[in-house]
């Protein structure tokens, strides 16, 4: 069946960085947009990033300049990488897959969740 797994959530300061990775398997990984999206608490999920199947990356507006979302098909890996972090942005990172050609930062958009992976941002 089809798994995602997230690591490299964590505890970090105000201006500090974190890299999350999510490892794909049991799908093709290259026929998939890839996606972050991101939950605080008493929040809805909010859309984060997204890469195409071709690599060509979304964001949202906030995160935008401060995150970079991107894939490794040899590895069915995604990754996150998180600079200048806020604490504005601590939440539970889900990494998320949907088939196809379509990207879109709809959470309805996609097919397989993971677990996800807590990032904590303290002042």
């Known amino acids: 069946q089809v798994q995602l797994v997230e690591s490299g959530g964590g505890l970090v300061q105000a201006g500090g960085s974190l890299r999350l990775s999510c490892a794909a398997s049991g799908l093709t990984f290259s026929r998939y947009a890839m996606a972050w999206f991101r939950q605080a608490p008493g929040k809805g999920r909010e859309f984060v990033a997204a890469i195409s199947r071709g690599s060509t990356t979304y964001y949202a507006d906030s995160v935008k300049g401060r995150f970079t979302i991107s894939r490794d098909n040899a590895k069915n890996t995604i990754y996150l990488r998180m600079n200048n972090l806020k604490p504005e942005d601590t939440a539970v990172y889900y990494c998320?897959?949907?088939?196809?050609?379509?990207?879109?930062?709809?959470?309805?958009?996609?097919?397989?969740w993971g677990q996800g992976t807590q990032v904590t941002v303290s002042s």
């Open positions: 998320a897959a949907a088939a196809g050609r379509i990207v879109t930062s709809e959470y309805t958009g996609y097919d397989y």
